[in-house]
């Protein structure tokens, strides 16, 4: 990214990073919860991307489950329980 960064079009790149993290805060509610209640044309694609992002969601499941049982190993369950409920207090 660096190498990227320095010879590619670096003045491009820094203007469009800096305008896109504006536009994301300046319209981060309107991103979050717009459910396209009042645009029926953009509805489907709406209905696909959530099914799109639930199909995401299931095919990292395991990977993920894998990854925690990896870091787990050796503890019993009611260990591991223990201090993820601890981590988040």
Do not use: C
Request: hydrophobic share 45%.
């Amino acid at each position: 990214m660096v190498f990227i960064l320095v010879v590619g079009p670096t003045v491009f790149l820094l203007g469009s990073f800096s305008e896109g993290i504006d536009y994301y805060l300046t319209n981060f509610f309107t991103l979050t919860f717009n459910t396209h209640a009042y645009e029926p044309e953009s509805q489907p694609w709406f209905f696909q991307w959530t099914i799109l992002y639930w199909a995401w969601w299931i095919s990292w499941a395991p990977y993920v489950g894998l990854f925690i049982a990896k870091i787990s190993r050796g503890r019993t369950i009611r260990e591991f329980i223990d201090n993820t409920l601890k981590d988040n207090q």
